[in-house]
């Protein structure tokens, strides 16, 4: 009985890690656009929650998002829109609430080593495909060529995009970087390594100047901590010391590398896609409100009927690129969707949320919660469920091994 409770226990943990893989690394890999295996697992998760009595709380906040349908009807809306929109929002309620109990049975980063080593081996697996064209656009991602910039290919393993890639590598990142400075772990040097390549030739530069920010503002948290540890002056002349040669290199000896022009077109303002991401995408979705209902919006799946028209005149869209009727921006999303109280809900959820399950008190869930927080601002999509996996993280109780020392203790960051 013991040897059979044993194999069942084993084969659940392949099965499990097995799910965490798929999801993490080809969630949409072979299906239609727009369809993702984690929807696909509806029924079952739906039939999961029913069994332990946890589909209370999909049904609690599916009601409550239908409040606003009662304003939406004002509107001139697409009914078959709506509804296949209805739906898609319930499946992602639904895996949303599956994985946060899911990730309190079984703590994540248990999963981060192996999640690093199936990294590395698709990796090593993209560079064999880098010249195989056949191949090589499962794994790569070729930006347009432009008349200021060149084609380039950037990394996205099996995920549809190198900015959804690099976003999952975000929360490993962190985990491993924040061991090393604080735990002074050595054995968190190789991985954050193996992380860190693939990472970077994503070209994601929303996603890793997020991450910059994001410890920049972590460090300006705990300045008054730092300036006393030595050990913060000799990480900043490390940094200086590597830093000064690579920016040499990438803006003065080859200056017209992809990073360098993309720098340039950033700051000088003619960056389109940082743009249309950021501002340009939060003054779209107040025009959609705007022109349908300001306080409670236009509704779900309606961006593309009720605010076709904002879009298509904002961004003068032409040919196939009419076509592209979304907003890059998961707060401008909202704000288009359900409206000023919908956009100022989910601002004041996730503070409250930060002070109810004390962030502050975890140093990598309260870098978490940083980076996500300025990320809701500058990209995704309101029904990302990698984006709410991350919020998940950041509100649960995991990660304990970063807690910051309680009262007498609490002294140093690098505890």
């Not at 976003?167 to 491993?176: A, D």
């Amino acid at each position: 009985m013991k040897n059979t409770l044993h194999i069942s226990d084993a084969y659940q943990k392949v099965f499990v890690f097995g799910l965490v893989s798929l999801i993490f690394f080809a969630n949409a890999l072979f299906l239609p656009h727009g369809l993702l295996y984690s929807t696909l697992l509806t029924p079952f998760l739906l039939f999961n929650l029913a069994l332990k009595k946890r589909l209370k709380y999909v049904l609690g906040i599916s009601i409550f998002l239908s409040l606003f349908t009662v304003f939406h009807f004002e509107n001139d809306i697409n009914f078959q829109y709506y509804l296949k929109s209805g739906v898609l929002y319930f499946s992602v309620i639904t895996f949303i609430v599956s994985f946060y109990f899911f990730q309190k049975k079984y703590s994540i980063e248990r999963f981060f080593k192996a999640l690093v080593l199936i990294n590395t081996v698709l990796f090593l697996v993209a560079l064999l495909t880098y010249f195989v064209p056949f191949l090589r656009d499962y794994f790569w991602y070729t930006t347009e060529a432009t008349r200021h910039m060149r084609s380039v290919l950037r990394l996205k393993l099996l995920t549809y995009e190198p900015s959804y890639y690099s976003l999952m590598l975000t929360p490993i990142f962190l985990y491993y970087a924040l061991g090393l400075i604080i735990h002074k772990n050595k054995k968190h040097i190789f991985p954050l390594i193996l992380i860190t390549i693939p990472l970077l030739w994503s070209l994601s530069f929303g996603i890793i100047g997020g991450i910059v920010l994001t410890l920049l503002i972590l460090c300006l948290v705990h300045l008054p901590r730092l300036l006393r540890q030595k050990r913060t002056w000799r990480i900043v002349s490390a940094v200086v010391l590597i830093g000064i040669p690579i920016y040499l290199l990438l803006f003065h000896v080859f200056p017209e590398n992809i990073i360098n022009l993309r720098f340039q077109k950033i700051f000088s303002g003619q960056d389109t896609s940082a743009n249309g991401r950021t501002f340009e995408a939060i003054l779209v979705g107040y025009k959609i409100t705007e022109s349908t209902n300001l306080f409670f919006g236009a509704g779900i799946g309606q961006i593309k009927n009720l605010g076709k028209d904002v879009i298509l005149d904002f961004y003068k869209y032409q040919g196939e690129y009419a076509k592209i009727l979304t907003i890059p921006n998961a707060f401008a999303e909202t704000l288009a969707i359900f409206g000023v109280i919908g956009a100022a809900l989910r601002i004041l959820v996730q503070f409250v949320l930060f002070f109810l399950t004390k962030v502050y008190s975890n140093y990598l869930r309260l870098t978490l919660f940083i980076f996500l927080f300025i990320y809701q601002f500058t990209g995704s999509y309101i029904t990302s469920i990698l984006e709410y996996m991350l919020w998940v993280l950041a509100f649960s109780a995991s990660f304990q091994g970063f807690n910051k020392l309680s009262k007498t203790g609490e002294g140093s960051i690098y505890q």
